[in-house]
């Protein structure tokens, strides 16, 4: 087998500008330099980073949330994440994310994985903590939320995706990943 070669000594970035600016993302318009010298344009986003947790209650039944985007016009079913506030770290914010859209709080929370999550053309992180020993609180939701909490099992998650029921790709990956270790631990 021959070693692939380094993209990144082939293409170069020579410049971005920043075609609009929101709250938490930019929208930018990158200068690429090719390996043959032609110059190219990419799309691309910067997004600050995000926190969310895979909260699981006693009986290892996932706690996830379903609630209306905007971006895709329906109901999601995710599990519970949003932006870090200023002064947060990324494990206060998914606490705190948590709380605000179950009602449920944490008495351990550990981390579990960092993705990113459309890596073609956005650098979101997201820092996704396991959430464990749940007790029950309130909701405190925004004005404009309105925000459904749900329990499934591992099977019925897994079943959920393999019938397109949910799509969400920071849940499907943060999950898959908590269910991975769980087996992982029981052939130990």
Known sequence: MTAAKDPKQHIR???????????ILKFCKDTIQT???????????????AAACVAVNNE????????????????ATEIPAGGINKGETSMQAAARELEEETGYRAR????LLSE???????????DVFLAQDLEKTSQH??????????????EEFI??????????SKTIAAVTTWIARQLAEIRQ
């Open 13 to 23: 970035r020579t410049g971005r500008e920043v075609v609009y600016q929101g709250s």
């Open 35 to 49: 390996p043959d010298g032609r110059t190219e344009y990419y799309d691309f986003i910067d997004h600050s980073r």
């Open 60 to 75: 290892g039944k996932i706690l996830l949330v379903r609630q209306y985007r905007e971006a895709i016009d329906r109901i």
């Open 108 to 111: 351990s929370i550990t981390p």
């Open 116 to 126: 990113i999550t459309a890596i073609a053309y956005c650098n979101e992180v997201v």
């Open 141 to 154: 939701l925004d004005p404009d939320e309105s925000i459904a909490p749900l329990f499934l099992s591992p």
């Open 159 to 168: 079943r959920e995706v393999s019938e397109g029921n949910i799509q969400d």
